[in-house]
């Protein structure tokens, strides 16, 4: 099964807000980015992909995103992460019928598409399922296959409610690159040890001495 990705991205200069520990306001649009130019480009080459759509209102991210070769579709909701992946995942149903969609987290900076390919093959298995985080709190993914609505309850705690909305979550193994999501300092520093994308890399090194 071949898997159309939705890549929701906050305005770069919105994004990252609890990074602020490690990266000031100079530095965290740029890592925010970087994390999802790192994301999509993984995607990109994962073999259970078809293509990425990335949902934004920012223009320089959907210039730098298309650049790669997501497509990208404005937030015209603009009301919240999951009216957004509801918008942007209509339109993708309308331009492709019955199509299998994932939400992919724009902030997996060391994303193999390995790992990612493993998890949709499993997700190809359920109507809906989910990756939850690393933490075990959140979700980095939510898979709706053969056309079924996707349905997403992003935000605080929502690795129990895509599971109270009847979605499977998938417990695999050996798939870290695609829980490490980055929110804070911590996780920053747990994606640089897996190993990140190049540009995230470079904009991890513009970091003050000892935030990296």
């Known amino acids: 099964m071949q898997w159309t990705l939705v890549v929701p991205l906050k305005p770069l200069p919105q994004a990252k807000s609890r990074l602020a520990d490690t990266a ?4 965290r649009p740029g890592l925010a980015l970087a994390f999802a130019q790192d994301t999509v480009a993984a995607a990109l080459t994962c073999p259970a992909v078809r293509d990425v759509v990335v949902v934004t209102n920012d223009a320089l991210a959907a210039r730098e995103l298309a650049a790669l ?6 937030d015209l909701p603009r009301a ?10 209509t339109v993708v149903g309308a331009a492709r019928r019955a199509a299998s969609v994932a939400a992919l987290n724009a902030d997996l900076p060391a994303l193999r598409p390995s790992e990612l390919a493993r998890v949709l093959d499993a997700a190809a298995e359920f109507p809906r399922s989910f990756l939850a985080d690393s933490a ?4 980095t993914l939510l898979a709706a ?6 349905r997403p309850q992003f935000g605080a705690g929502s690795r129990a409610r895509h599971r109270a909305s009847g979605a499977v979550e998938l417990t695999l193994g050996a798939v870290d690159s695609v829980r490490q999501d980055v929110d804070t300092g911590r996780d920053l520093r747990a994606a640089l040890a897996l190993g990140v994308g190049p540009r995230t890399a470079a904009a991890a090194a513009r970091l003050p001495a000892g935030q990296q």
């Open 24 to 27: 000031d306001d100079g530095l």
């Open 69 to 74: 070769g997501a497509g990208t579709v404005p």
């Open 145 to 150: 296959s053969r056309g079924r609505e996707l």
């Open 136 to 139: 075990g709190i959140g979700t």
């Open 80 to 89: 919240g992460l999951n009216a957004a992946l509801t918008h942007a995942a």
